[in-house]
């Protein structure tokens, strides 16, 4: 029997033919992504359909230009992406810059740049692909905005309630007290106050009452006039003075002294006060708005501050959560400030790691945004790519890192008081499941559960 001739099988070379000069510029025109190519030089060799339409420039106009003169990018000048690649031979992806479009608009985009070689090997210049990232963008911004109010970020429940009613108040004139923990934006909602009020042409002064001695603060309130003591050479105008038409924000209040609270009491009562060393009584048409971290009404029982001034600081109040219970906030907070120290250092920070938002949701935060502000901050300086990475935060974040987080240790000792509990009624019916269960209304099998998953099974 004559066996069949098989057919000679193709090799991985012979199977894929090298792409025509035609065929790869079909696809090169027909991609969505903007691709040119230069030369050594780096002059403009090709520029594709898609370029044309990101740039604005024809290929007829940016074919022989060089890049540079043609993208206008922020990198441009300083560090090329394709001059890169094309000296070190090394590929640049996705790298996030701004380009100029030749009707003078700035848009974003990203790029990718690599090498291109002849037959031999030789590198003949370069090859750059981009994006568009207009309309990313633009979602971006709308959903930022979502979360922005004045300059208070948050999407947090308890936050947007809070910034819910804020317009509502500072459309009125009254006296508003701001409570929580130290670094939680007090005197930002206080500005978020002045601004949306019928006060914002006016100015807004504040105060912060614990960093001023008691013997200092009085004057730096009220003023004096010329003569009022050894020192006074001249007249000066007091805090609540250069506030006039606008609003006084005074940050600490609590740790206000008991003559200077009767002192403020007076403004707030009779809507006037008195310069060191002034005969009369000066008028003060000025909003006030106070802010404590501490709970004032336990400092009145405690006798440690005056009931009455109390009462009128007292009007409105607004209270703001610790930043551990809006944890939901600190992506966005941390995205708002990586932006913002890239504005102010001019650095191209592109991102933050995942695992540096992991470590930020998991550790205590007392000191709250501030001190989510000063880690960002830090991270800034230390950071010399283009990401933050872990290494790049303090020392003592990362120490924080590493033990146990407070839910754990809270879930820990939550555990520990469900266990004695429930050994205790077990031994009391002699560890009689059917008992048990029924004096602690559960079912046998939640009970075995239970028992299971605190090992006393």
């Known amino acids: 029997m004559k066996s069949r001739a098989r057919p000679p099988q193709q090799t991985s070379s012979q199977a894929l033919e090298p792409l025509s000069p035609d065929h ?41 230009q ?32 701004d380009i100029l479009r030749s009707d003078g608009k700035q848009i974003p985009i ?9 037959g031999e090997g030789n590198i003949v210049g370069g090859v750059e692909s981009f994006r568009d990232l207009s309309i990313v963008e633009e979602l971006r911004k709308e959903l930022k905005s979502a979360y922005t109010f004045e300059d208070i970020v948050s999407k947090n429940h308890i936050m947007l309630r809070v910034l819910d009613i804020l317009p509502g108040i500072a459309e009125s004139d009254s006296t508003v007290l701001i409570q929580g923990p130290s670094g939680s934006g007090k005197e ?21 009452c614990g960093a001023l001695p008691d013997t200092l603060l009085e004057s730096e309130l009220f003023g004096y006039l010329k003569g009022a003591f050894t020192d006074a050479k001249k007249d000066k105008k007091g805090r609540f003075a250069l506030a006039e038409h606008g609003t006084i924000f005074l940050d600490e209040v609590e740790s206000l002294s008991a003559t200077t609270q009767v002192k403020l009491l007076r403004v707030l009562q009779e809507r006037e006060f008195q310069p060191l060393g002034a005969t009369a009584p000066v008028k003060a048409d000025v909003r006030v708005v106070a802010a404590t971290k501490d709970d004032l009404k336990s400092l009145v029982e405690e006798a440690r501050f005056r009931d009455d001034l109390y009462y009128r600081l007292n009007v409105v109040k607004v209270e703001l959560p610790p930043l551990a219970k809006r944890r939901d906030d600190i992506p966005l907070l941390v995205e708002h400030f990586r932006e913002k120290f890239s504005r102010r250092m001019e650095r191209n920070i592109s991102r933050v790691s995942d695992e540096v938002l992991e470590l930020l949701m998991l550790i205590d935060l007392p000191g709250n945004v501030r001190q989510l502000e000063n880690i960002i901050e830090h991270a800034f300086v230390m950071c010399r790519g283009e990401e933050i990475r872990p290494e790049d935060l303090p020392p003592e974040v990362l120490q924080a890192a590493r033990k146990p987080p407070a839910r754990s240790r809270a879930e820990g000792a939550l555990q520990h008081a469900e266990l004695k509990a429930l050994r205790e009624v077990l031994t009391r019916h002699n560890w009689n499941k059917i008992e048990t269960a029924r004096e602690l209304g559960l079912s046998r099998t939640t009970l075995w559960r239970k028992m299971k998953k605190l090992g006393l099974s």
């Open 24 to 64: 790869a510029r079909i696809i090169l025109d027909s991609i969505a992504a903007g691709v040119f190519t230069v030369d050594r030089d780096m002059k403009i060799t090709y520029f594709n359909p898609a370029a044309e339409r990101i740039t604005g420039v024809s290929a007829r106009e940016a074919i022989g």
């Open 66 to 97: 060089y890049c540079s003169e043609v993208l206008r990018a922020s990198i441009c000048q300083k560090t090329c992406a394709l001059e890169c690649s094309i000296r070190t031979a090394k590929e640049t992806t996705n790298q996030r810059v």
């Open 188 to 208: 930002l909602i206080a500005r978020a106050l002045h601004h949306l009020s019928t006060r914002a042409r006016g100015p807004f002064v504040a105060v912060n």
């Open 110 to 118: 990203t790029i990718t740049a690599a090498v291109l070689r002849d």
